[in-house]
């Protein structure tokens, strides 16, 4: 059985391009969330083996997100997604929890080896 992913990304595009990037690979799209604030009621039905975090959307943000995701389950493994590529940002992802800091746009590569250090 496959990795269980839970997409969490305001936008559809990456939804799509996210899946077709996994197909073949032992992970598998197990929930798409639109916001932090779905990722955050879904998350305990799905349970998913890893969460990808989008940073900048509506609402609730992808760090705070994460952060709370981590405080009801701390062995979630998260790995966040965005195009924000500041420091401050990625040292903020990595003092929450998060596993690994995925760069948009999304290279299948850089994204299978963000999963596999996220398993490590």
């Known amino acids: ?29 197990a929930a798409y969330c639109k916001d932090g604030e779905e990722a955050l009621a879904r998350y305990g039905e799905v349970l998913p083996d890893l969460v990808t975090m989008d940073i900048i959307m509506p609402g609730m943000d992808g760090l705070e997100a994460a952060e709370a995701i981590l405080e009801d389950y701390p062995e979630a493994r998260i790995v966040m997604v965005s195009s924000l590529a500041y420091e401050d940002t990625i ?4 003092e929450i929890g998060a596993k690994n800091f995925v760069f948009k746009p999304l290279d299948k590569k850089q994204l299978l080896n963000a999963f596999e250090k996220a398993f490590a």
């Not at 040292?91 to 990595?94: H, L, N, P, T």
């Open 91 to 94: 040292q903020e992802a990595d």
């Open 1 to 29: 059985m496959g990795k269980r992913i839970m997409i969490v990304d305001d936008s559809r595009v990456i939804e799509v391009q996210m899946a077709k990037l996994l197909e073949g690979t032992e992970y598998e799209v």
